[in-house]
C-alpha cells in the first residue's frame, strides 16, 4: 500500500487551487487551496462507502460537518479550530437518534438517546464514554436507572 501523499498545485511557491489527498487506509479527501491554506468545502470518502463533508477556513475545519455512513447513519456536527466542537446529533438508519457534544474532539456533557421505539434514555459523557447516572424512560413511563463509570456499566 502506498503512503499518505497529496496531489495539488503551486503557485509563487504556495499550494493553489483544487487538491486532493489520499491517506494510505483507503480515504480520499478533496479540498481546495488558497493562498497556501485550505479553504472552502471539503469532502472525505473512504473505502467502505462512508463519506464526510466539512469546510476549510484559513487552513483548519470550522462550521456544521457531516458524515453519512454506507450502514444509512448519519451524524451532524461542528467544527471548531480543527476539531469536533458543540452539539451533535447521530441519527441511526434504524430510527434511533442520538444528541451529544462535542468539546475539544471529545463526547462530553449531556446527552439523550431517542430509541425508535419512544424510548428514552439520558446520561453523560466524559471524554468519550458514559459516566455517572443513566436513566432509561420506557414509553409506559417506567424509569429504569444504571451507574455507568470510565464506559462500564457498574450498577
Given at each position: 500500500?502506498?503512503?499518505?501523499r497529496e496531489e495539488s498545485d503551486i503557485v509563487d ?66 467544527y471548531k479550530n480543527n476539531l469536533k466542537h458543540g ?47 443513566y436513566i432509561l424512560t420506557k414509553t409506559n413511563g ?14
Amino acid at each position: 500500500m502506498y503512503e499518505n501523499r497529496e496531489e495539488s498545485d503551486i503557485v509563487d511557491g504556495k499550494k493553489e487551487g483544487p487538491a486532493v489527498y489520499y491517506f494510505k487506509c483507503g480515504m480520499t479527501e478533496y479540498y481546495n487551496y488558497v493562498n497556501g491554506k485550505k479553504e472552502g468545502p471539503a469532502t472525505l470518502e473512504v473505502s467502505n462507502g462512508d463519506k464526510g463533508s466539512y469546510t476549510y477556513k484559513d487552513g483548519k475545519a470550522e462550521g456544521e460537518a457531516s458524515m453519512t455512513y454506507a450502514n444509512g447513519d448519519k451524524e451532524l456536527f461542528l467544527y471548531k479550530n480543527n476539531l469536533k466542537h458543540g452539539p451533535s446529533t447521530f441519527y441511526y438508519a434504524n430510527g434511533d437518534k442520538e444528541v451529544t457534544n462535542y468539546e475539544n474532539d471529545y463526547l462530553e456533557g449531556p446527552a439523550t438517546f431517542y430509541f425508535a421505539n419512544g424510548d428514552v434514555a439520558n446520561y453523560n459523557y466524559f471524554r468519550n464514554k458514559k459516566e455517572g447516572e443513566y436513566i432509561l424512560t420506557k414509553t409506559n413511563g417506567d424509569k429504569i436507572k444504571s451507574l455507568y463509570l470510565s464506559g462500564y456499566k457498574v450498577k
